[in-house]
């Protein structure tokens, strides 16, 4: 089975910009989950998506949106990008998400570094 | 929401001696504890995990234990060797959301 795929893998924008990532999970995984690394902070949850719809988000502005397509593939938005949005994008996709009882396994993308002059 | 700590953030042992890493959750719901290990330049990738309802579980040189009074977890390997050089995540998985540690940057020298 072919992993979690991420595109692209680097982007290079400016302030003001707006992004969009992708991720397109295991096939047959219905939950795609994304989060920002930086250096000393982690993994910070963004949003999760289930089945086209948003289940979970976390505490980020409302310039980052995504949306997920009836093929379980994502997309991640940045609009009106700030130097602080420099990070790398991870998404992570389960078979049935991580809220409610489910124990499923988080597999990752190799994530996209993005960098904001 | 949830909180978790991870302590240290950063780690040097010596080849064949063991590594511990603790995290502390905030959440009393939580009910599911991965741990993450990320090779520089590579994905995180899940090397153990422990459900709420289990207090101890090992995987050959790997162990996890939980503490659900007290809201800890920690991670144990044994014998480490130059390739478990990494940066290890624990998370915590509340009802509505995954919540990870800030990581711990392990070394193993040689």
């Known amino acids: 089975k072919a992993g979690v795929t991420q595109t692209p893998r680097y982007l290079i924008k400016t302030r003001g910009q707006q992004v969009t990532l992708s991720c397109s999970p295991i096939s047959g995984h219905r939950s795609v989950s994304w989060y920002q690394q930086t250096p000393g902070q982690g993994l910070q949850f963004l949003f999760e998506y289930f089945s086209e719809t948003q289940r979970n988000k976390g505490n980020f502005p409302g310039r980052f949106s995504g949306r997920q397509f009836s093929n379980s593939r994502s997309e991640m938005n940045v609009s009106t990008l700030e130097l602080g949005d420099s990070a790398l994008y991870l998404c992570?996709?389960?078979?049935?998400?991580?809220?409610?009882?489910?124990?499923?396994?988080?597999?990752f993308g190799p994530g996209t570094r993005l960098t904001v002059l | 929401g949830e909180n978790v700590e991870q302590h240290p953030s950063t780690l040097s042992v010596q080849e064949g001696d063991s590594a511990v890493i603790k995290c502390t959750y905030s959440d009393s719901a939580s009910n599911y504890f991965p741990w993450y290990k990320q090779e520089l330049g590579k994905r995180p990738q899940l090397i153990i995990d422990?459900?709420?309802?289990?207090g101890e579980k090992k995987d050959q040189r790997i162990a996890v234990t939980l503490n659900k009074t007290a809201k800890h977890f920690s991670l144990h390997i044994t014998e480490t060797q130059p390739e478990d050089s990494a940066v290890y995540f624990c998370?915590?998985?509340?009802?509505?959301?995954?919540?990870f540690g800030t990581g711990t940057k392990l070394q193993v020298i040689p």
């Open positions: 998370a915590a998985r509340g009802y509505q959301k995954v919540t």
């Open positions: 422990i459900r709420s309802n289990v």
């Open positions: 992570a996709s389960s078979l049935a998400g991580t809220s409610g009882g489910a124990y499923n396994e988080q597999f």
